[in-house]
């Protein structure tokens, strides 16, 4: 992964994660790399990985079992929730950029027919 050196590494780990839960390529119920190997496969510090989990708990987004390791959320809802959530924040985004252009909202929604057409 290539981080932007703009925003902080463990939010960039947390960003990913949260990706791969609400597409599905982490399924509710299923066990996360543990802390460590979680550090290795991005090449993060140990204690970045564990903020990594701390912050993906308080979010409710995975759990942590005593003895066990941690694991994706089998709240659906709370899925569901957060790639709303997602989505929301990447139509603001295209939004901002698409006015910083001087475009506006009925042209951007105009582009997104055109290329759903194609």
Do not use: H
């Not at 590494?9 to 543990?34: C, D, F, H, S, Y």
């Amino acid at each position: 992964m290539q981080f932007d050196p703009m925003r902080p590494i463990w939010l960039q780990v947390m960003n990913a994660i949260e990706t791969e839960i609400v597409t599905g390529a982490r399924a509710p119920g299923e066990k996360l790399p543990g802390g460590r190997e979680l550090a290795v496969n991005f090449g993060i510090n140990p204690n970045t990985a564990a903020r990594v989990y701390q912050e993906l708990e308080k979010a409710g987004l995975c759990e942590t079992r005593r003895g066990m390791g941690t694991f994706v959320t089998e709240d659906a809802e709370r899925i569901t929730s957060l790639r709303t959530e997602l989505a929301r924040q990447a139509l603001q985004e295209y939004l901002q950029k698409v006015e910083s252009l001087g475009l506006s909202r009925e042209d951007a929604a105009r582009i997104i027919l055109e290329l759903e057409e194609k």
